[in-house]
């Protein structure tokens, strides 16, 4: 564990992104403890899930596009100013060995300077993420570049994995928390929720975040009454 808790300073009471359920959650309940090896973030869409993780990433350093706290590009500043109103209250005595930001809507701007920097052989199995399918350039990087005692903030990785994809990377996470990293991740997938020792906020659009089990979580429940009768699930959704 690096990071134990997150909190919101001297944030504007409006505006975007501070009107944003995640953010207006952060406001009332002081900030968000991190008391697992493994964060999940759930919800629907518009929560501000994404949001949060991308600002917790740049609060602690990593580039608002992606990639290693080395990375500086930029090829087009959309991230929000939620970053620099966050304060990452950190484990004393503990600092990460690496980390990683991993978005997935601009994975490729990544891969783009991936290969320009040269760092391919080195962390990313010799290929470049432009060479492979976007879900197995996800696994190189999780494999090949993810390691122990790091630092990682993912926000939706599942965007570009298949359900074998998503259980592979499920193994090579609980592998590094072993490991001594620390994950928080911004998912919709049943399969990441199902995390060994994970912590699940899942954030609602009325601005509450709450710590809920794993047969809670909407995706988990949506998920499982859709796979038991598709049919019948999809003639309700359809009257409805």
């Known amino acids: 564990m690096f990071i134990k808790q997150v909190l919101l300073d001297r944030a504007p009471a409006g505006g975007y992104p501070f009107d944003l359920p995640a953010v207006r959650a952060l406001r009332e309940r002081g900030g968000l403890k991190l008391p697992s090896p493994v964060t999940l973030l759930a919800g629907d869409n518009g929560t501000g899930k994404s949001t949060l993780v991308e600002a917790i990433a740049v609060a602690a350093g990593f580039n608002p596009e992606g990639g290693s706290t080395a990375f500086n590009f930029a090829t087009r500043p959309s ?17 990460p060995r690496t980390g990683y930001f991993l978005r997935a809507e601009s994975f490729y701007n990544v891969a783009t300077e991936i290969e320009r920097i040269g760092e391919i052989v080195a962390g990313y199995g010799g290929v470049s993420p432009h060479e492979r399918s976007h879900g197995e350039s996800f696994l190189d990087l999780a494999i090949h570049r993810f390691g122990p005692a790091g630092l990682y903030l993912l926000d939706e990785p599942e965007a570009a994995l298949s359900v074998q994809g998503c259980l592979a990377l499920l193994l090579r996470i609980a592998e590094l928390v072993q490991l001594g990293s620390q994950f928080v991740i911004a998912t919709h997938s049943p399969v990441l929720l199902a995390c060994p020792q994970a912590t699940i906020y899942e954030i609602g659009k009325a601005g509450d975040i709450a710590e809920i089990g794993y047969d809670q979580a909407d995706a988990v429940v949506l998920t499982r009454a859709f796979l038991a009768d598709p049919g019948r699930f999809l003639q309700r959704l359809f009257e409805e």
């Not at 991230?79 to 600092?95: A, D």
């Open 79 to 95: 991230e929000s100013v939620l970053g620099e109103h966050l304060v990452l209250s950190r484990v004393p005595g503990r600092r």
